[in-house]
């Protein structure tokens, strides 16, 4: 069975930094598009940024310039690089391999 393990997430004060990881345990990771989305209470899960099998990558407008997505096909794990962040980047982030596998969520708050 695919599972999904996001960790790295925490408390970070405005502006600061984080870098979420997601490890993948599933065969011919590299054939899959890999995504971040995120979940505040109340809100649907929004499509944070994917990256594709060529390495092509896509974000969200709110993020563009800030994160960065990333993927590294011989560890099988897809990261998302986190700078200047702001209170309104607070939620729980998800990785999704493909589309229907989810990991389990890891929570960033950005507070001073």
């Known amino acids: 069975q695919v599972q999904l393990v996001e960790s790295g997430g925490g408390l970070v004060q405005p502006g600061g930094s984080l870098r979420l990881s997601c490890a993948a345990s599933v065969s011919d990771f590299r054939l899959y598009v890999m995504s971040w989305y995120r979940q505040t209470p109340g809100r649907e899960r929004e499509l944070v940024a994917s990256i594709r099998t060529t390495g092509g990558t896509d974000y969200t407008d709110s993020v563009k310039g800030r994160f960065t997505i990333s993927r590294d096909n011989a560890k099988k794990t897809v990261y998302l690089q986190m700078n200047g962040l702001k209170p309104e980047d607070t939620a729980v982030y998800y990785c999704?391999?493909?589309?229907?596998?989810w990991g389990q969520g890891t929570r960033v708050t950005v507070s001073s």
């Open positions: 999704r391999c493909g589309t229907s596998i």
